[in-house]
């Protein structure tokens, strides 16, 4: 590609233009024959012109607007050349091509389709009109007919491409977003980490270097907090892993018929403690209802899900998990999670559990979002449905439904991850 | 006469980890807590403290507004500001100093470190503010 650095495609373009249009005209006054006074006129008055507007594109004029004028105005000139020379019979119309090959270099390709339409008319209109010693033959009739066919034709290439130049560069926004999406979810996730680790390393520190001025309640103080805080940090890891995991698509699910009261009680098996787990009452009816899921990674759903709402109830709040019985609905089972203090007001619960899918990239995050993110992901894997109701005797009630049999060929297949994010409401990184 | 501390965190184990991180020090201190920016500009008025441990990502009012505002306050603007913050990125740790603060300690920090940064601001001692995370002392 001609295009040394610093001068843009116009500036060329608009050289080499001047310079082919001049050759022609300097040509045209040296040839003596089939020449008049309006030819003359036309020739002088478009050599000026040219001279002119070669410059235009080094004024402070909007550079599209300018060659778009530019162009309107050489076809014209062209046009009026061929007329005045000899009409249809003129060799000129060639010349239609450098207006038509000028747009395309800009790569303004509705430009240069706009211009092979202008070309085919204006030659198009010389055929109709004759000119002064026009002697219509079947020649001149092919002629005008095959270069106003060929332009017509380019000018759909042009209009074919241009369609295709605007899906790639979608595609190009749409992977860029992405992109930006996960690098800031990254630097916001690496940014939560600090969180526990601040207490972890501070704390641990202090028990190290100041071991015998400790009292025992406070050496077990210290290390409840490290304990907890490793706890809270290696459950951060898992999810982050689980994101990633859901992302590039290694998440594969198995779904097996399963009953739903074996995968509530194995959930409990993730949680810290066997205090966190007697707070847990799960209640099912007597015949219990048959999931159709992955086990491994409903668990995972639900013990965050239950971890959540242990946290929302507090130190002595209980939890209760609750499953409706198979009669009320054919196709799915129904788990309700209720706990004191669930609110559906609290801002990471307003942001996983609403209405867009774009959870794992939107402000505010915090451990608890992320999580809860990735149980939604999870449960929407399997074709179900997390949300959260409000109670008429205030808080909240966490739903969820998974199917009870295998999905037909077809079902839901539902996107997870980052790239499927939307990008809304995520912005720069302003400090405060 | 004892140095007075206002601690301004809303994760309470970070305000305990400041708060015994200056106790265990050796040293004795007027220690405060806020736990957001709100409550901190209230209690900096009416407390005058010598020196404000201040996070930056709060709820509401953060650590930056907060900083500027003290700054910005004829009565408060002596009170010297250490900023400790989770965020290490250079913006953040630019936009701080420009507010005000006087040095910028990132998150995990060794305990040492934050007293030693402590001591330098309230005897002013010569040295520009250095960014550095604990775990690497």
């Known amino acids: 590609m001609l295009s040394p650095r610093g001068l843009p495609r116009e500036k060329i373009a608009a050289g080499m233009r001047a310079l082919i249009l001049l050759t022609v005209f300097a040509m045209a006054r040296l040839q003596p024959q089939a020449r008049n006074s309006a030819f003359d006129v036309v020739v002088i008055v478009g050599a000026l012109y040219v001279l002119a507007s070669t410059f235009l594109p080094w004024s402070r004029y909007d550079a599209r607007r300018t060659t778009i004028v530019m162009l309107a105005v050489d076809v014209l000139l062209i046009t009026a050349l061929i007329y005045t020379q000899s009409g249809v019979r003129s060799e000129y119309y060639l010349l239609y091509y450098l207006p038509i090959l000028h747009a395309s270099v800009r790569l303004s390709l509705r430009d240069a389709a706009g211009t092979c339409v202008l070309a085919a008319l204006s030659y198009f209109l010389v055929g109709i009109l004759g000119g002064p010693e026009a002697t219509v033959t079947t020649t001149v009739i092919s002629r005008v007919l095959t270069f106003t066919t060929s332009a017509g034709l380019l000018a759909a290439f042009f209009m074919m491409l241009s369609r295709e130049r605007r899906a790639f560069d979608r595609l190009t926004r749409h992977y860029e977003e992405a992109t930006k999406a996960k690098s800031e979810f990254l630097s916001r996730v690496s940014h939560e980490f600090r969180t526990p680790l601040t207490a972890i390393v501070g704390f641990s520190q202090l028990l190290y270097e100041h071991e015998k001025e400790l009292d025992p309640t406070r050496q077990h103080e210290y290390l409840t907090v490290i304990r907890e805080q490793s706890q809270q940090l290696a459950r951060m890891i898992e999810d982050m892993l689980d994101v990633t995991r859901m992302d590039d698509g290694r998440l594969r699910l198995t779904q097996t018929a399963c009953r739903i009261t074996d995968i509530i009680e194995s959930s409990l098996m993730l949680l810290d403690s066997q205090a966190d787990r007697d707070r847990v009452s799960i209640s099912a009816p007597t015949a219990v209802p048959v999931a159709w899921v992955d086990k491994g990674e409903m668990e995972q759903a639900l013990s965050r899900i239950i971890y959540n709402a242990l946290e929302a109830a507090g130190d002595e709040g209980a939890v209760s998990v609750v499953v409706s019985p198979p009669e009320e609905n054919k196709e799915y089972v129904t788990v309700a999670v209720r706990a004191p203090g669930l609110n559906l007001a609290d801002e990471d619960m307003a942001v996983v559990f609403g209405p867009s899918a774009a959870v794992l990239t939107q402000k505010p995050s915090s451990g608890k979002a992320l999580g809860l993110a990735v149980a939604r992901a999870l449960i929407e894997m399997h074709g179900g449905r997390v949300w959260v109701e409000d109670e008429p005797g205030g808080g909240s009630t966490i739903k969820l439904t998974v199917p009870r049999h295998q999905a037909k060929e077809g079902g839901p297949n539902v996107i997870v991850g980052l790239a499927a994010a939307e990008v809304g409401g995520v912005s720069g990184a302003a400090p405060g | ?137």
């Open chain 2, 1 to 137: 006469m004892r140095a007075r501390v206002l601690i301004v965190d809303d994760d309470p184990a970070a305000r305990k980890l400041a708060r015994d991180s200056l106790r265990l020090s050796g040293e004795e201190w007027d220690i405060w807590e806020a736990d957001d920016g709100r409550s901190a500009l209230n209690l900096i008025r009416a407390v005058k403290p010598d020196v404000v441990l201040l996070d930056i990502t709060m709820p509401e009012v953060g650590g930056i507004p907060v900083c500027s505002e003290i700054k910005a306050d004829p009565v408060t603007r002596g009170t010297e500001i250490v900023i400790v913050s989770a965020r290490a990125e250079a913006d953040f740790v630019a936009a701080s100093l420009e507010a005000g603060a006087t040095d910028y300690i990132t998150k995990p920090f060794q305990p040492a470190d934050l007293v030693r940064r402590v001591r330098r601001v309230l005897h002013k001692e010569a040295g520009a503010p250095e960014v550095a995370s604990g775990d690497t002392a």
